[in-house]
């Protein structure tokens, strides 16, 4: 690897799955469903692939259908009004997104303020830009990890070049309010600054409410707002994300992006963009079935004696190990596929600031009720 990349190696994801499936233990490690989205958007998949449609090379920006659908998600749910001929992009993923307007965005010795814990690949897509990366790390304030405005405004300097935010935040579960959101926006407003929003979770808040940061005044025109199929469809192998900004920067993140990938995977894409316009009753049921995970889990694992954070949003519970005698989330995490069969991430790889991330560990959700069930009676174990 070079200098770069030298830091990054293997994903804590790939890592931690292949450790899930080496020793038969239950993974809540890596975000994924164990149960596919709904079956009519495979259906939906299977057509266009019957029917030819995305099997040779689609436009680039992606295929009409998906781009009209995405912009009508935009403001069916938010309010928000892009042109689906300029300002909306098809990528491989919200990762390939993330990448390619990082790339298209940061010059080398730029300054990029991320928030701390932050998603792995955002270190990584950071790196292959020659930007620097500024983690801002939120703390755990009462239940939640909170961001301290006055540290984000003081991280900003002549260097900055954009703001990486993510809500509903991975792995913390955190979900930015309205106040701290409109603050990031007139912060970015006041010292120019462009912003990237990954909000993959959208439709995963379950306490509060996601505020796209897009619709905050003066944030229109300088916010690159990035979301996926992934997590909205329960369907993670499908590689489907999007970007939806100004006719300018879109243009610019495309340039990056033809040369990523050229293209994205034509048959999915017609597929997500019918599970776009599923009725309301698809994303509210979403919504609650993992709501009632959420809850399902963390009171399994307070009981198990893990001091729990309750997530406001994501498929995802940051503990703290503290109480159970230990201070390692790296070694708890290695260690706790032979000790009870569940594997877990350690959040410390999601931080420069180890220490600060040390005693956290992330458990994932997005499972079936019994496997939950199971986990946490093993977890019980421990104590
Ligand atoms: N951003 C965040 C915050 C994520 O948790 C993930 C992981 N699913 C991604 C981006 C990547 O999304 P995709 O699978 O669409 O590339
Ligand atoms: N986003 C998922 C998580 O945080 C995993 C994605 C990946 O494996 N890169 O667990």
């Given at each position: 690897l070079n200098r770069r990349l030298a830091e990054f190696g293997t994903t804590i994801f790939a890592e931690m799955s292949a450790l899930a499936l080496r020793t038969g233990s239950i993974n809540l490690g890596q975000g994924f469903p164990d149960t596919d989205g709904p079956e009519e958007i495979t259906e939906a998949a299977v057509r266009a692939l019957r029917d030819g449609r995305g099997n040779q090379y689609p436009p680039g920006p992606g295929v009409p259908e998906l781009r009209i659908a995405i912009a009508e998600h935009q403001r069916r749910f938010h309010g928000l009004a892009y042109d689906p001929d300029t300002e909306v992009l098809v990528t491989a993923g919200a990762t390939e997104a993330i990448a390619a307007a990082l790339l298209a965005l940061v010059e080398p010795g730029d300054e990029v303020i991320a928030l701390e814990p932050y998603y792995d690949s955002y270190a990584a897509s950071i790196a292959m830009a020659g930007g620097v990366r500024v983690p801002v790390t939120l703390r755990p304030h009462e239940l939640a990890f909170r961001l301290d405005l006055d540290e984000l405004r003081a991280a900003v300097t002549d260097r900055t070049r954009l703001l990486l935010?993510?809500?509903p935040h991975n792995p913390t579960g955190t979900v930015l309010t309205r106040a701290e959101l409109a603050a990031i926006a007139e912060l970015a407003v006041e010292r120019d600054l462009l912003v990237v929003t990954d909000e993959v979770y959208e439709h995963l808040a379950f306490d509060g409410e996601h505020v796209p940061l897009a619709s905050f005044p003066g944030m229109r025109g300088r916010t690159v707002t990035i979301s996926s199929a992934g997590k909205t469809f329960s369907f993670t192998g499908w590689k489907v994300g999007w970007v939806t900004a100004s006719p300018e920067l879109i243009s610019t993140v495309r340039s990056a992006k033809q040369f990523l990938t050229y293209v994205s995977a034509g048959p999915f894409q017609y597929a997500v963009a019918e599970a776009l316009r599923?009725?309301?009753?698809?994303f509210d049921g979403l919504r609650?079935?993992?709501?009632?995970?959420?809850?399902?889990l963390s009171d399994g694992l307070s009981a198990a004696g893990f001091a729990v954070h309750r997530p406001a949003g994501t498929y995802f519970v940051t503990t703290d190990i503290r109480p159970l005698g230990e201070e390692d989330g790296f070694a708890f995490c290695?260690?706790?596929p032979e000790r009870c069969g569940v594997v877990a991430i350690?959040?410390?790889?999601f931080y420069d600031h180890r220490d600060e991330g040390a005693p956290f560990v992330r458990f994932a959700f997005c499972k079936r009720v019994d496997v939950l069930d199971e986990a946490v009676a093993r977890l019980k174990s421990l104590a």
């Open positions: 935010i993510n809500t599923l009725p309301d009753a698809y609650d079935d993992l709501r009632a995970k959420r809850d399902l290695r260690a706790l350690p959040n410390a790889v």
